[in-house]
């Protein structure tokens, strides 16, 4: 059931993922970027794309990599979001901040219900204790209108812009920073 009363947001828990979380990350990632990104279906370079990134093993070494920070946010025992922060990643366009938010990622029928807020204020306080400073930086396609609202609503800022590339395509991302 979707997550919408004040009564459900409650219940939303954000812990650090551990090894027996990687399936259900796999799954839950592999859902959340299809339904985001397959907009007029999947084929055969989506398939390959998702099953090839969206792995268990990928996730397990992620809880193990030191310069790396994979957050799950909970309802009542299942996984309903996710957000991966890694530390040490260069963006020329903000050589300020050390870390990038790699990924934050919420399950549909969990949207707007304060998940994705709830996991970015954990992963802001996760690169605060590791760097000493809020700056962050990511990436967002710039057709992704509801994820864009979502980061300038939070304080995000455009420094630019990058693509993903994938096959023959190349998608263009908005480069945003949080510089306190
Ligand atoms: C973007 C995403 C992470 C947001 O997570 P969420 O759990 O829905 O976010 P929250 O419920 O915490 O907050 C939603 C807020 O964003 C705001 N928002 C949503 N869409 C918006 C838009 N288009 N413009 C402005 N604000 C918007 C809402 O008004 C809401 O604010 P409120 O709490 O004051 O009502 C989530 O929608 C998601 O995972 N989407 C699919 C994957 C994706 O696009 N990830 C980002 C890739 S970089």
Redesign the pocket.
């Given at each position: 059931m979707p997550a919408t009363s004040t009564e459900e947001r409650d219940t939303i828990a954000v812990r650090p993922a551990v090894t027996a979380d990687a399936h259900t990350l796999a799954a839950l990632a592999i859902q959340?970027?299809l339904?985001?990104y397959a907009t007029e279906g999947v084929n055969d370079l989506l398939a390959r794309y998702v099953l090839g990134e969206f792995t268990p093993s990928k996730f397990v070494a992620l809880t193990e990599d030191a310069a790396a920070c994979l957050l799950v946010a909970e309802i009542d025992s299942h996984l309903v979001?996710y957000a991966l922060v890694r530390f040490g990643v260069a963006q020329p366009l903000i050589p300020s901040a050390e870390a990038e938010?790699c990924?934050?990622?919420?399950?549909?029928p969990?949207?707007?219900?304060?998940?994705?807020?709830?996991?970015?204020r954990e992963a802001r306080a996760s690169i605060r204790k590791r760097t000493g400073t809020d700056a962050l930086w990511?990436?967002?396609?710039v057709k992704?209108?509801?994820?864009?609202?979502?980061?300038?609503?939070?304080g995000l800022v455009e420094k630019g812009r990058t693509h993903f590339v994938l096959g023959e395509g190349r998608h263009e991302n908005h480069v945003l920073a949080l510089i306190p």
């Open positions: 959340v970027w339904s985001t979001g938010l990924t934050l990622y919420v399950q549909e969990f949207t707007g219900a304060g998940v994705g807020t709830a996991l970015l990511l990436s967002v396609n992704n209108r509801r994820a864009c609202g979502f980061y300038e609503k939070h």
